[in-house]
């Protein structure tokens, strides 16, 4: 733990000393820059979306929706969850200015300058599975877990850098609240420490209400490209309206729903749900869009039948749209997309489905739209 608290003193230089595109986290000792987070592709727009919307593509929330930590009334850091290290926890946050900046911050159940106090505990990690979340504390020398209804009796606080102007930026403390979980949703709320107001973390800007997050155990999904790593020290955070939490809801959850064991048909069906639930066709390609917008219908079915209510008929879908696989559509029947615009890129093309079109290993989910006469 004596590493994550060095962490906090020294923050705000190493944060200041990182470029855009680098990764800093706080293990093993104070925070240092590192590699790229990875390759996540580019496409036509800087930023993976042609839209002003800084959240965008519809991984983490309801395309339009915000899901961001914000600073004087602008989004500024994205959480896509947790990493729970041999020093401690870790949160995952996206920079909205550099896209492909990630960085990982220590989170500690007390604020930096102080000590953590024997009637909290020291926070050493967040646990979830498909049955169960809790938070882990080591109080007076033992081992405790929190779930329920007492997690809501605790705050979770950590330090993110903000622009103010000129070039410079200083941290942030920032102070955040699960709430007590309800049907397996959080209503996740933080705030800038000193001030009085709570905002929501996941906002929908349509009138219809702030949403609820949900957890992805093992996994962490990637905010641009929605590509899935299984790491079991992961939990993923993401708004009830997104992808992520979309695709669970709708039975494909990466694991045997009885068991609650990982399974590689379900995970592959998971992966390619995150890309068509989206209709980001040329993920695999390299641009990042989402050619749809929030509520545009669209039917679906899967291979194996997982969601009993779509079921896995293949012929019953009379206007194919696409075939998917984890990496974006395998084969597309421009005529039946979902949305007329935006016009697909230059440059990057499809093959066509066919007329009798047959699931692929790599493929196993289907969407198509309704009939020509009944659209």
Same mark, same amino acid.
């Given at each position: &733990?004596?590493?994550?608290?060095?962490?906090?003193? @020294?923050?705000?230089?190493?944060?200041?000393?990182?470029?855009?595109?680098?990764?800093?986290?706080?293990?093993?000792? /104070?925070?240092?820059?590192?590699?790229?987070?990875?390759?996540?592709?580019? $496409?036509?727009?800087?930023?993976?979306?042609?839209?002003?919307? /800084?959240?965008?593509?519809?991984?983490?929330?309801?395309?339009?929706?915000?899901?961001?930590?914000?600073?004087? $009334?602008?989004?500024?850091?994205?959480?896509?969850?947790?990493?729970?290290?041999?020093?401690?926890?870790? &949160?995952?946050?996206?920079?909205?200015?550099?896209?492909?900046?990630? !960085?990982? @911050?220590?989170?500690?159940?007390?604020?930096?300058?102080?000590?953590?106090?024997?009637?909290?505990?020291?926070?050493?990690?967040?646990?979830?599975?498909?049955?169960?979340?809790?938070?882990?504390?080591?109080?007076?020398?033992?081992?405790?877990? @929190?779930?329920?209804?007492?997690?809501?009796?605790?705050?979770?606080?950590? !330090?993110?850098?903000?622009?103010?102007?000129?070039?410079?930026?200083?941290?942030?403390?920032?102070?955040?609240?699960?709430?007590?979980?309800?049907? $397996?949703?959080?209503?996740?709320?933080?705030?800038?420490?000193?001030? $009085?107001?709570?905002?929501?973390?996941?906002?929908? *800007?349509?009138?219809?209400?702030?949403?609820?997050?949900?957890?992805?155990?093992?996994?962490?999904?990637?905010?641009?490209?929605?590509?899935?790593?299984?790491?079991?020290?992961?939990? *993923?955070?993401?708004?009830?309206?997104?992808?992520?939490?979309?695709?669970?809801?709708?039975?494909?959850?990466?694991?045997?729903?009885?068991?609650?064991?990982?399974?590689?048909?379900?995970?592959?069906?998971?992966?390619?749900?995150?890309?068509?639930?989206?209709?980001?066709?040329?993920?695999?390609?390299?641009?990042?869009?989402?050619?749809?917008?929030?509520?545009?219908?669209?039917?679906?079915?899967?291979?194996?039948?997982?969601?009993?209510?779509?079921?896995?008929?293949?012929?019953?879908?009379?206007?194919?749209?696409?075939?998917?696989?984890?990496?974006? #559509?395998?084969? !597309?029947?421009?005529?039946?997309?979902?949305?007329?615009?935006?016009?697909?890129?230059?440059?990057?093309?499809?093959?066509?489905?066919?007329?009798?079109?047959?699931?692929?290993?790599? #493929?196993?989910?289907? *969407?198509?739209? /309704?009939?020509?006469?009944?659209?």
């Amino acid at each position: &733990m004596a590493r994550i608290q060095q962490a906090w003193l @020294v923050g705000t230089l190493a944060l200041l000393a990182v470029g855009g595109g680098c990764r800093l986290t706080a293990p093993p000792g /104070p925070l240092q820059a590192g590699r790229s987070d990875g390759p996540t592709g580019g $496409g036509g727009c800087p930023t993976g979306q042609c839209d002003p919307d /800084p959240n965008g593509l519809g991984i983490y929330i309801a395309e339009g929706d915000d899901y961001c930590f914000q600073h004087e $009334g602008r989004p500024v850091w994205c959480p896509e969850g947790f990493l729970n290290t041999a020093e401690g926890v870790l &949160m995952r946050v996206r920079s909205t200015a550099e896209r492909r900046t990630v !960085l990982d @911050v220590p989170v500690r159940l007390t604020r930096p300058s102080e000590p953590e106090p024997e009637a909290i505990g020291v926070l050493t990690g967040l646990h979830a599975s498909p049955a169960d979340f809790f938070v882990a504390l080591t109080q007076g020398g033992e081992s405790r877990k @929190v779930r329920g209804a007492s997690l809501a009796k605790l705050s979770f606080y950590f !330090l993110l850098p903000v622009d103010v102007g000129g070039g410079d930026s200083r941290q942030v403390l920032h102070e955040l609240s699960l709430g007590a979980p309800e049907a $397996g949703r959080f209503q996740v709320r933080y705030r800038v420490v000193g001030t $009085g107001d709570w905002q929501p973390q996941c906002r929908a *800007t349509g009138g219809q209400g702030d949403a609820r997050s949900v957890l992805l155990p093992g996994r962490q999904v990637d905010g641009l490209s929605a590509a899935v790593r299984e790491r079991a020290s992961a939990v *993923t955070l993401a708004c009830e309206t997104g992808a992520i939490a979309a695709c669970l809801k709708w039975k494909y959850q990466p694991w045997d729903p009885e068991t609650h064991q990982d399974d590689a048909e379900r995970e592959l069906v998971y992966r390619s749900c995150l890309q068509a639930k989206r209709a980001a066709y040329f993920v695999g390609q390299g641009d990042l869009r989402a050619f749809t917008v929030s509520g545009t219908p669209f039917l679906r079915r899967d291979a194996h039948g997982f969601d009993p209510r779509s079921g896995a008929r293949l012929e019953d879908l009379e206007a194919l749209e696409a075939l998917w696989g984890p990496r974006g #559509a395998v084969c !597309l029947n421009p005529e039946n997309r979902r949305q007329s615009t935006p016009p697909l890129p230059k440059g990057l093309s499809l093959p066509r489905c066919g007329p009798a079109p047959q699931w692929r290993t790599d #493929a196993p989910l289907a *969407t198509g739209v /309704p009939r020509a006469a009944e659209r």
